[in-house]
Every structure is written in structure tokens, then in C-alpha cells.
């Protein structure tokens, strides 16, 4: 009785976040380029335990009232992001290729008030090519730059207040 009360939970749980985990079985779907049964299935598998892990271990209130506007703002932040891995891609290869390079260390102060939301912005910061969030402090992060030119900091601070923090705070662009 115990087991069925507990599955009878989970299936609750689960397709309460249908839009969640819609959303991240596509994006495993995305990052795996593959369309098949094998892949939805591990996807939506590895959606469902990221979903509870997430719930159990990490946040202290339900999942589905941690966003404002979850379905719609996640999806903006992921599109965004996608987007925007691509473009750095193509831009650091450009720069790697014409040796235009110019390492150093930028320190960028964040206007996110949830600790959540700015390790989320150090990860997407990391994730895209020619920058790596190495340290974070508080509100600021300290971000390896591959290209950062002193004259051009604001503008890369910009970029990333415009195009990534204010989709985590629930803005649009």
C-alpha cells in the first residue's frame, strides 16, 4: 500500500511540472541531436529525477512555485541562452583565429537578489564560449574574459544584464 501511495505521489508530483519537464526533455533532445524513442525516454527520465532531486535536496518550497512565471520565462531563458552559446561560439573561434585575443578578469556585480538565480547566471556564463564565471562572492562574479578589452567592458557587462539577468528576473527583453 505504501509503494502505491508513493507512485500515486510521484505521478502527482509530475504531471503538476508537465510544462517542466516538457520543456527539459526538449532541451535534452536539443543538446543530444537526436529525435528518437531511446532518446525521449532517457530524456524524460533524467527530467523527472532533475525535477525531484531539485524539489527533495534543493529548494525549500514546492518546484512549480519557485518560478513567477515559469513555463514561459524558463522557455525565453533557454532560447536565449541557446542562442546565445552559438554566437560566443562563432564569435571566440573568429577571435582564436585572428588573434585577437585579450584575456583578464572582469568583475561583474549582479542586480539578482536570489542566490539560486545567480549561480544559475555563473553557470550560463560559463556555459557560453570565451567566458568562465570563476569565482562569486556575494552579488559579484569574477569572469575569465577570453575578449574584454578595457573600452568595451561596459558593453559586455550589458550584454549580459540585457540579454540573461533580466530574463532570470522575470523581465523580458
Known amino acids: 500500500m505504501r ?17 517542466t519537464l516538457t520543456l527539459l526533455t526538449v532541451f535534452w533532445l536539443l543538446l543530444n541531436e537526436e529525435f528518437s524513442l531511446f532518446q525521449i525516454i532517457l530524456g524524460m527520465g533524467g527530467s523527472i529525477t532533475a525535477l ?3 524539489e527533495k535536496y534543493l529548494l525549500k518550497e514546492e518546484y512549480r512555485m519557485f518560478y513567477a512565471n515559469h513555463g514561459i ?8 541562452l541557446l542562442f546565445q552559446i552559438y554566437l560566443s561560439g562563432g564569435m571566440a573561434l573568429y577571435r582564436l583565429f ?11 556585480e549582479s542586480d539578482l ?3 539560486f538565480f545567480i549561480c544559475v547566471l555563473a553557470v550560463s556564463i560559463t556555459l ?3 567566458t568562465v564565471a570563476v569565482d562569486k562572492l556575494g552579488k559579484n562574479l569574477q569572469v ?5 578589452p578595457k573600452e568595451n567592458e561596459w558593453q559586455w557587462r550589458k550584454d549580459i544584464r540585457e540579454k540573461l539577468e533580466n530574463l532570470l528576473k522575470g523581465g523580458t527583453r
Do not use: I, Q, W
Open 98 to 108: 585572428a588573434n585577437e585575443v585579450k584575456v583578464r578578469m572582469v568583475n561583474y
Open 113 to 115: 537578489d536570489d542566490d
Open 52 to 54: 525531484l532531486f531539485t
Open 144 to 148: 575569465l574574459c577570453l575578449h574584454c
Open 73 to 80: 520565462n524558463l522557455l525565453k531563458y533557454v532560447v536565449t
Open 3 to 19: 509503494t502505491s501511495h508513493t507512485l500515486f505521489n510521484l505521478f502527482r508530483k509530475c504531471s503538476s511540472s508537465f510544462g
Open 128 to 130: 557560453t564560449p570565451g
